[in-house]
Nanobody, 122 residues
Framework: QVQLAESGGGSVQSGGSLRLSCAASGRAFSSYYMVWFRQPPGKEREFVAAIRWSIGATYYADSVKGRFTISRDNARNTLYLQINTLNTEDTAIYYC???????????????WGQGTQVTVSS
């Protein structure tokens, strides 16, 4: 079992920045892919970014490249998502997820956090 807990969401103005965190605990997940998804209001959950924990390789959705940065802190067992130049379309619940396999759809990810709300106002 892997437990995931997101934090760092909030309400910000357009153009601002946020750093989301996802604290991981439980079984060793060094071989896992750790992933951020988001679900805008009334829309499907969509892939944002992923990192292969063991080697730090990163993957991004085209829509967030250049503004979002995924990273991890091995010592703290924490996943991060730095979001810069926020705009109203970034308003969503942001979830972290983990699985031994990588994919860009929500299906197949075994472990999920509860989500953290990000609201961007113009």
């Amino acid at each position: 079992q892997v437990q995931l807990a997101e934090s760092g969401g909030g309400s910000v103005q357009s153009g601002g920045s946020l750093r989301l965190s996802c604290a991981a605990s439980g079984r060793a997940f060094s071989s896992y892919y750790m992933v951020w998804f988001r679900q805008p209001p009334g829309k499907e959950r969509e892939f944002v970014a992923a990192i292969r924990w063991s080697i730090g390789a990163t993957y991004y959705a085209d829509s967030v490249k250049g503004r979002f940065t995924i990273s991890r802190d091995n010592a703290r067992n924490t996943l991060y998502l730095q979001i810069n130049t926020l705009n109203t379309e970034d308003t969503a619940i942001y979830y972290c997820a983990a699985d031994i396999r990588y994919g860009t759809t929500k299906y197949g990810y075994e472990y999920w956090g509860q989500g953290t709300q990000v609201t961007v106002s113009s």
